[in-house]
């Protein structure tokens, strides 16, 4: 924690804001973020709704807080699938003959030439919109940032003494996999999860703006500016905060990540 | 003009720690001079420090410092860079990381001349294949245009002496200069650096190894923690060691007249006859290639219990894929081994396994062959296939065994030192009680007297439990003092076969040979002070 402690702490409290937003909504807001009130629709900030309130007269501050669970969710849903696949994937094609190899490394480099948001697009207008189609989208569109990295982690750590010197113990193959090879190659991955988590918020918003997510009334940031940007011209605080909610998460996950690579560059956590 | 560098009361700290403590030392024109001392002693500092490379956070003092006749002590970076390649050059243990991996070598030359402002511009490129020429590199136009990793370690060392003289410097501060290299490629090198001391220039040479400096040095300074415990002129160092740190160094240089012998103490050892009726391990016909070079081409060894059978040959010769055949964790492509008479290496490695314990491994660095999550008790425990309840009492044993304490168990190898990881790893191959152990290089990268120490260790555990080793070496007095019989190996192919006094006393292959005549001798086998128990 050398260096810079602002940034550490600044990026540190609002994450911790965020997860307690997730866990207990309850303790943020005592507002019913569904409870529609015509009569008080697009309200401006100030002391009932100290964001404000949508254009169904909704407290926009509820939804940002309780939609901080969906948005979250998802993004934490598709970043655990997309690491589980892709540590296995990526093992996979270390440990496998050269042919399997090569073609699971070609498919990751393939999948990787498409920009994230788009592939997952493209698999949610196959699929169908959704929640979990969103998860899985989003997840399939990540694997191969991890992939790769597990892939090139396998073959050092495979090539290594340890593992020959395993080998000459008599222990099998699954073994020495499970008890080497696979905790010696998730050196990098939590660094690369937390960066990951803020891109995966980012485009589960991003196609729940598109109507692709959970469907309304849930309060979704993205499904919250897709609904505001009508209001825009007469009400800027119904798209502003779920935007900036977005915003700040992603920020931070992306720094503290970026903080987290550079004090581990060069040698395993 | 008299002395080209002179200190007295050196004293070099970091951060308060004293490291160099107080030596006094001149070096005259002409003059090889050579520190010797282990791993910590100090002595890179006291030579980086003559050049004013003590490093960020040193503090230097000195009653007197003076370098090429002038007070080092008031010297500005910019005198000390007009110094370093005019004054005096550096030639380190690794050419690899002293020279630029991205820049060719004759360039690497060439900026020297350069920056000393030797010869003029356009005679620069033929100064630098002179200088090549001078050092014995072969082919010097083919060779300035390549970079250092196209080159062998021994053009590589070449190569950085020849930058090293590029400027004509009357002084070359060689630390290490021959480490890394084989035997007959450290003659070379050793005859290099007597060549240009014969032709003026003086030197000063670091090194651990006796052995190494005895042919070429004038005096000795012999280093323990900082201070200057031994000086003299070589012969006298060397024949007549005052100080029983020299001693002890001295005694712990393994060679024909150590076999027998405990290293550390001069005791002799109680050897168990080898079993010449039990074969434990033979290969016939063993060949393998990678792609169409041959590495291992028919290579026939057999290996008796409690027998230990050298292996020698220089970097290339097929040892380690030797021993990797040995091991089962390469297939060979023709011939075969087997263990206790069945076959080994054509078995299924379903097959295999459970008899893998059997030959167990110490490789040469042993950080490579830890899982490095893991501390010591883990890695132990690792090939022993006990309940959990027996499995620590057993990590203590074998700590105890190797004379590490229990609290070892707890640590990660990380925190060891290189005598100590060796321990581990000689403590982790015990385990499974095999019959044959395979010791890959398993103390060059150690000190002397450390090497001592695992040799002994290493000799204990035969005597102790009978098993039989392959011992594979490139340093021929090593094996000599380990080694029932011997294979040289040359190329991958094994040159010449026998007893290992027999074959070392009379080289029957010219090869053999050459790698006999290579080795540095250290004075210990006639000298007269050797005692058992001496220096410990």
Redesign the interface.
């Known amino acids: 924690m050398r260096g810079n402690v602002l940034g550490w702490l600044v990026p540190g409290a609002l994450l911790a804001l965020l997860a307690l937003a997730v866990a207990a909504p309850g303790l943020l807001t005592a507002a019913d973020p569904l409870a529609a009130d015509p009569m008080d629709a697009l309200a401006p900030p100030g002391g009932a709704h100290w964001f404000g309130s949508d254009h169904l007269g909704r407290d926009v501050l509820a939804r940002v807080v309780y939609g901080a669970r969906h948005s979250i969710s998802i993004g934490v849903a598709a970043t655990v699938l997309a690491v589980t696949s892709g540590v296995l994937l990526g093992l996979a094609a270390g440990l496998s003959p050269k042919w399997l190899d090569e073609a699971l490394a070609r498919s990751f480099d393939v999948l990787s030439t498409l920009p994230e948001l788009l592939l997952a697009l493209l698999i949610v207008a196959i699929t169908g919109p959704g929640t979990m189609n969103v998860i899985f989208a989003i997840a399939v569109a990540q694997i191969p940032n991890y992939a790769r990295v597990v892939r090139a982690q396998t073959f050092v750590v495979r090539r ?3 593992v ?9 193959r699954l073994a020495i996999t499970a008890g ?1 090879v696979l ?2 190659v998730l050196g990098p991955i939590p660094v690369l999860a937390t960066i990951g988590l803020g891109q995966a918020v980012i485009a589960g918003s991003g196609l729940s703006f598109l109507g692709m997510g959970p469907q309304p009334p849930a309060a979704e940031w993205g499904a919250m500016l897709s609904e505001a940007r009508n209001y825009l011209r007469v009400a800027w605080w119904e798209a502003f905060f779920p935007g900036l909610a977005i915003t700040l998460t992603v920020v931070c996950l992306t720094v503290v990540g970026r903080r987290l690579q550079r004090r581990f560059e060069g040698r ?1 956590p | 003009m008299t002395s080209l560098v002179t200190v007295e009361d050196l004293r070099v700290s970091f951060g308060g720690a004293e490291v160099v403590g107080g030596i006094s030392l001149s070096v005259a024109p002409g003059e090889c001079v050579a520190i010797v001392g282990e791993s910590g002693s100090g002595k890179s500092v006291t030579a980086r420090t003559l050049l004013g490379l003590a490093g960020p956070g040193s503090e230097v003092r000195a009653g007197a410092f003076r370098v090429s006749g002038g007070d080092a002590l008031a010297f500005t970076p910019a005198d000390w860079r007009r110094l370093r390649g005019g004054f005096a050059g550096l030639v380190l243990q690794d050419a690899l990381v002293s020279l630029d991996p991205l820049r060719t070598v004759g360039a690497e030359i060439a900026e020297v001349l350069a920056v000393h402002d030797v010869v003029p511009r356009a005679r620069r490129a033929d100064r630098v294949l002179e200088l090549l020429d001078a050092v014995g590199v072969p082919e010097p136009a083919t060779r300035a245009g390549q970079y250092p990793h196209q080159l062998s370690g021994g053009l590589r060392q070449r190569a950085l002496i020849a930058s090293a003289i590029a400027a004509d410097p009357p002084l070359i501060i060689a630390d290490e200069p021959t480490t890394a290299l084989d035997v007959t490629v450290q003659a070379q090198i050793l005859r290099l650096l007597a060549e240009r001391r014969a032709a003026g220039t003086a030197l000063l040479l670091i090194s651990h190894d006796l052995a190494v400096v005895a042919s070429i040095a004038d005096r000795i300074l012999v280093m323990k923690d900082g201070r200057i415990v031994e000086e003299g002129p070589a012969s006298d160092v060397l024949s007549a060691p005052a100080h029983d740190y020299t001693r002890a160094l001295l005694a712990a240089v393994p060679s024909a007249a150590s076999r027998g012998t405990r290293l550390t103490t001069g005791a002799p050892r109680a050897r168990a006859t080898p079993d010449l009726s039990a074969r434990v391990l033979a290969g016939t016909g063993l060949a393998r290639s990678y792609g169409s070079r041959r590495v291992v081409h028919d290579v026939f060894f057999t290996l008796h219990a409690g027998e230990t059978l050298g292996v020698v040959g220089e970097s290339g010769s097929g040892k380690t894929t030797l021993a990797r055949l040995v091991l089962g964790l390469l297939e060979p492509g023709a011939g075969q081994v087997t263990l206790h008479g069945q076959p080994w290496s054509r078995r299924p490695e379903r097959a295999r396994r459970p008899l893998r314990p059997r030959i167990q491994l110490v490789s040469q660095n042993p950080l490579d062959s830890f899982d490095p999550r893991h501390t010591v008790g883990r890695l132990i425990a690792e090939p022993l296939r006990l309940p959990r309840a027996g499995r620590r009492e057993r990590v203590l044993d074998l700590l105890a065994r190797v004379g590490l304490p229990p609290g070892t168990a707890a640590r990660h190898p990380r925190e060891l030192s290189g005598g100590q990881r060796q321990r581990v790893a000689i403590a982790r191959a015990l385990g499974p009680r095999p019959d044959v152990l395979v010791c890959d290089e398993p103390v060059s990268a150690l000190d002397v007297s450390i090497q001592a120490q695992v040799l002994d260790l290493l000799a204990d555990i035969q005597d102790e439990y009978g098993t039989a080793m392959v011992f594979i070496s490139h340093d021929l007095g090593v094996v000599h003092h380990v080694a029932d019989r011997v294979l040289v190996m040359k190329d991958g192919r094994v040159v010449e076969e026998g007893d290992v006094t027999e074959v070392f006393a009379r080289p029957r292959d010219p090869y053999t040979r050459a790698l006999v005549a290579s080795v540095p001798r250290p004075a210990r086998a006639d000298a007269a002070w050797i005692k058992p128990g001496a220096g410990r």
């Open positions: 290594s003494g340890y020959e010197q395993a080998v000459t113990f008599g222990r099998s080497h905790p010696n395993t």
